[in-house]
């Protein structure tokens, strides 16, 4: 959780020192030649398992990985970490409505109250606590782009329930393939249209941080957590995200932190704690 919450520092630090589109590139660039390192053999050994998804494995990659992350750094532009952060504590919440929607999972009262909490924390930042704008709020562009981004990677997740019966590794090797082969294109694009920052110094030292921590170690460790204590208790821990993202944002970045983030906060939390609770059932 540490490293997915040094992700939204990342993109701020980013900012003016590489583009995100080439981020995103390098990111995957760097994941790709540590996978065909470490695991093209575990590939090899169970891809008659892998290739039975082998179009819904890329997909995920390009979705999941890529263009989350694009938009994730897109928005680092434009807003604070601490927003990010915060608005990232929703996810939970959005791939238990996914969960319901597409394979009917049964939704409790508490559940339900929790979305509702959740969604009213996010309005809390994108109105940066005034509760004159709450019935007219004008979301900071990059607060939109990270609640879509929260969203895409939501879809993700609740796509993950069709994958192949092969190791988390394997699994994550060829999504890392459809990540890579969305965001070339991406940064190409970005190239032509003349928005292209080559890397600084700082710039080198951000692609590689989202590349070995973000990327790589954090997903296999929480994989691999999965396998230890079940996806359940595993997700309760994405719950922190937002908490440590805050704390970065300020130690490190000497960010503002003002009293509707407190509320906020408190709100998404609060949902998120809502939302994982078993009882109330709707009848």
């Known amino acids: 959780m540490f490293m997915w919450a040094g992700n939204a520092i990342a993109g701020q630090v980013a900012v003016g020192e590489i583009s995100p589109m080439l981020l995103t590139a390098l990111r995957w660039v760097g994941v790709g030649v540590l996978i065909f390192i470490f695991a093209r053999r575990r590939i090899v050994n169970e891809w008659p398992a892998l290739r039975t998804r082998l179009p819904l494995l890329l997909a995920l990659g390009a979705l999941g990985f890529s263009t989350f992350n694009a938009l994730f750094y897109i928005a680092a532009h434009s807003t604070v970490a601490i927003n990010i952060g915060i608005i990232n ?7 238990m409505l996914g969960t319901y929607i597409f394979y009917r999972t049964q939704v409790t009262g508490a559940q339900l109250i929790g979305v509702v909490v959740t969604l009213i924390g996010i309005a809390v930042v994108a109105a940066r606590g005034d509760i004159a704008l709450i019935s007219d709020v004008r979301f900071n562009p990059g607060d ?57 110094p700082t710039g080198w030292a951000v692609a590689l941080y989202v590349a070995i921590f973000p990327s790589l170690l954090s997903q296999l460790f929480f994989l691999r957590s999965v396998e230890l204590i079940g996806p359940n208790r595993a997700g309760l821990f ?39 609770r078993k009882y109330i059932p709707l009848k």
């Not at 988390?168 to 082969?181: D, K, P, Q």
């Open 89 to 95: 504590g929703a996810l939970p919440v959005f791939v």
């Open 144 to 200: 939109v782009l990270m609640t879509f981004a929260c969203l895409l990677y939501a879809a993700y997740t609740v796509a993950l329930r069709e994958r192949p019966a092969a190791s988390g590794l394997a699994i994550f090797s060829i999504m890392t393939v459809g990540a890579l082969a969305t965001s070339i294109p991406l940064a190409i694009i970005e190239i032509l249209m003349g928005d292209m920052i080559w890397p600084s």
């Open 238 to 276: 994405i719950n922190l995200v937002p908490i440590i993202t805050a704390a970065f944002g300020v130690i490190l970045l000497n960010e503002d932190f003002h009293g509707y983030h407190v509320a906020a906060l408190f709100l998404v939390l609060s949902g998120i704690w809502l939302a994982e």
